[in-house]
């Protein structure tokens, strides 16, 4: 299996799953379980901090609104890939996609937490129900779309392990059932296997054929339901501080969306490679560390530009809590972008790890200000997030590490260090089919 494995793009981690980080996690994901247990048992009130002044609070402001940029790296390396043929970003691909498939499907559950009335989501599944007016339905189909679709991205790294795997799981299994097995019972696990073998190879290539119109489809959906949840805060003028109120939420939000991905894709690639021990991914990562002060430039000067044309400059050296994180947030922002704009840079390590975080924390930043922060319901509410929903939040977090550390020790998804650079320097393709052949 490794012989096979050095030959291909991707492949899978052969160290040890159960560490102490492992079990770390795994605690911090069973006390969110029992908090959200606790949630559906007892009612939305006896683990949050909630009101009708803010029925939004951090599970929406992160899990779904600042979670879902974060987790936009699958979206963001697949326009460098697809849409500006740059091959040499494909290896940071099916990790990319990992992470936004955890984190795209755990903002859709934490939904279902922040719902008042959960048992009332079916109506969603009723299109006599529907409102499609609405920007928040779009974002609810709009996620739920993608999910699907990341889930149907993903399955080559399944193929790959089904049509080259000796399957012992399986014999393991039926001889489980029959201890003292017999010639047929081993019969029966061979011909099993052989079919699967056979009819993966079958299907493979077919899928290949048709992932390009996946791979279209997930292209389309981030881009709608990104600048829609921006759109979302068009309707709360009066209650949205001026600092972040302004007609060009939409595309605010659709530009964070994509420097928050490339800073991401970095951040995990660093990260992992750090911890697992691997060869950092320089070559891939100082390419999108050249993207990312550009996206970061235009980003800036539309929020800068609005302020001026709204007249709303002055706000920004006001004093007081909002022209603060306004200022925090500016700063975070242009601070990693001007880094970044120097070249040397981009292949330290170090450097793309700082960076990254910077861009990380400023676009994520201006996301809790538009939902969180510069949201003001009225005279006399007061919100700050509950131990309960704290801990709820940082459990589907830790859910998603333990999901990740899991699904690259058994499926091919980090980039083959044999290989990578190789693969940085062939010829763009233009077809999109060779996604799964890897």
Same mark, same amino acid.
């Given at each position: ?60 402001? =992160? ?11 699958? =979206? ?12 040499? =970003?494909? $290896? ?39 409102? $499609? ?66 009819? @993966? ?147 330290? $390590? ?53 999901? =990740? ?22 010829? $763009? @393709? ?9």
């Amino acid at each position: 299996m490794r012989e096979h494995e050095h030959s291909k793009e991707f492949v899978r981690v052969h160290r040890p799953l159960f560490t102490k980080p492992f079990y770390f996690f795994l605690a911090l994901s069973l006390v969110g379980v029992y908090f959200i247990i606790l949630r559906f048992v007892k009612g939305i009130g006896a683990v949050s901090n909630l009101s009708d002044g803010y029925p939004w609070g951090i599970w929406i402001a =992160y899990d779904v609104a600042t979670g879902t940029a974060i987790a936009c790296g699958g =979206y963001a390396i697949a326009i460098l890939v697809y849409i500006r043929n740059r091959w040499q =970003y494909h $290896p940071l691909i099916r990790s990319a996609i990992l992470t936004s498939l955890f984190g795209y499907c755990l903002a859709g559950f934490s939904v279902m937490v922040d719902i008042g009335r959960p048992w009332n989501a079916y109506g969603f599944f009723m299109p006599s129900r529907w409102q $499609p007016n609405s920007a928040m339905f779009e974002v609810a189909l709009c996620i739920m779309g993608y999910c699907m679709v990341q889930i149907i991205e993903f399955f080559p790294s399944l193929f790959c392990v089904l049509e080259h795997s000796k399957m012992t799981w399986l014999q393991k299994a039926i001889y489980h059932f029959h201890p003292r097995h017999t010639p047929q019972d081993e019969t029966l696990v061979r011909t099993t296997v052989a079919w699967v073998h056979s009819a @993966v190879a079958w299907f493979h290539p077919k899928f290949n054929n048709i992932l390009i119109f996946i791979v279209a489809l997930g292209l389309v959906l981030p881009t709608m339901h990104q600048s829609s949840l921006g759109s979302l805060m068009l309707i709360a003028p009066t209650k949205l501080h001026p600092l972040w109120h302004t007609g060009f939420l939409p595309l605010l939000f659709l530009i964070n969306c994509m420097y928050m991905g490339y800073a991401i894709v970095i951040l995990e690639s660093l990260v992992s490679s750090y911890l697992l021990k691997r060869e950092y991914e320089v070559d891939e990562l100082s390419g999108l560390a050249h993207i990312i002060p550009w996206l970061a430039a235009v980003w800036l000067s539309v929020r800068l530009g609005d302020l001026i044309q709204r007249d709303q400059i002055a706000l920004i050296f006001k004093g007081d809590k909002y022209s603060l994180f306004f200022l925090l947030e500016f700063l975070l922002l242009a601070g990693g972008s001007l880094l970044l704009f120097e070249s040397k840079r981009w292949r330290s $390590p170090r450097w793309l790890f700082a960076t990254a975080v910077m861009m990380l924390l400023g676009g994520a930043l201006y996301r809790f200000n538009v939902y969180l922060i510069g949201f003001i319901p009225g005279t006399g509410w007061r919100y700050f997030p509950s131990f309960a929903e704290l801990m709820i939040s940082v459990g589907i977090v830790s859910i998603e590490i333990l999901g =990740y550390q899991v699904l690259i020790r058994y499926l091919p998804v980090l980039p083959n260090p044999h290989m990578h650079r190789d693969i940085a320097h062939v010829k $763009p @393709v233009k077809s999109a089919g060779a996604v799964a052949r890897a």
